[in-house]
C-alpha cells in the first residue's frame, strides 16, 4: 500500500510538472511549438491529466490557455510521426501547418496493424510526404493527402460557403444540426474511447435528404 502511495505521488507529481511546462509553453516563454506539441503528446499518452483530477484528454486541454483543437492536432502529429518513425529532426522542418494536414493520415489500425495504401505502408508514404513536403507548398500537400485518403472524384471533399444572418444561425441552423447529429448516432470512437458524433457536413446531408424524401417538398410536374 505504502508503495503504491508513493507510485501515486510521483505519477502526479510528474503530470504538474509537465502541466506548468505546457502553461509555461503557451504562455510564449519558450516559442518552439514542436515542444509543446511533445509535451501535450506526453500528457495525454500516459493521461497525466487524470493524476490532476480530470476524466479525460478532452476536459484537460478546457482547463489550458489553448484551444483544444489546436491541442488535438498538435499532439497527433507527435504520434503519427512516431507511429510512423520518423524523428522530430526529419519532421520539424516541414513545418505545423503542413504537418496538421499530413497527420490526418492513419498509420496505423484500430489494433495497431499497418495501414497499408496498395502495396506500400500508410507509414512509407507519410514518410515520402514528409520529405517531399519541404519544398511543396501546402496546396499541394493537401491534395496527396486527399489522394491516399481515397477522397478524390465524388468523394472529394469541397467546401460550401453560405453566408446566413446570425440570428438564423444561432435559432435555426445549429439547432437542426444538433438535431441531425443526435438522430444519426455516434459514427465512431476516438482513442480515449468516447463516442463522436457525425460531422456538421454530414448532419447537412441528413437534413437535406430528409427534405428530399418528403413529397410534400416536391414540386408539382
Not at 511546462?21 to 503557451?26: A, P
Not at 481515397?150 to 435555426?172: F, H, P, S
Amino acid at each position: 500500500m505504502i508503495q503504491q502511495v508513493i507510485a501515486g505521488e510521483a505519477v502526479a507529481g510528474h503530470a504538474g510538472k509537465v502541466l506548468a511546462e505546457i502553461t509555461t509553453l503557451i504562455n510564449g516563454v519558450n516559442t518552439s511549438t514542436f515542444d509543446l506539441a511533445e509535451k501535450l503528446h506526453e500528457a495525454k499518452t500516459g493521461k497525466y491529466y487524470t493524476s490532476l483530477g480530470f476524466n479525460t484528454f478532452a476536459e484537460y486541454t478546457k482547463s489550458l490557455a489553448l484551444r483544444p483543437t489546436k491541442s488535438y492536432y498538435l499532439a497527433r502529429i507527435v504520434q503519427i510521426m512516431a507511429d510512423a518513425g520518423i524523428p522530430r529532426s526529419e519532421y520539424e522542418a516541414v513545418g505545423i501547418a503542413k504537418l496538421r494536414t499530413i497527420s490526418k493520415l492513419d498509420v496505423l489500425g484500430e489494433n495497431g496493424e499497418p495501414v497499408m495504401h496498395g502495396d506500400l505502408t500508410m507509414a512509407d508514404c507519410v514518410k515520402a510526404l514528409v520529405e517531399k513536403a519541404k519544398t511543396t507548398e501546402p496546396e499541394e500537400v493537401a491534395q496527396i493527402v486527399a489522394k491516399l485518403q481515397g477522397k478524390t472524384g465524388e468523394d472529394e471533399v469541397v467546401w460550401l460557403n453560405i453566408a446566413v444572418t446570425r440570428i438564423v444561425r444561432e435559432n435555426t441552423i445549429l439547432p437542426a444540426l444538433a438535431l441531425a447529429k443526435l438522430n444519426h448516432g455516434s459514427v465512431a470512437k476516438d482513442d480515449e474511447g468516447i463516442s463522436k458524433d457525425a460531422s456538421d457536413g454530414k448532419a447537412l446531408e441528413d437534413v437535406c435528404a430528409e427534405y428530399l424524401a418528403d413529397p410534400a417538398n416536391n414540386p408539382i410536374e
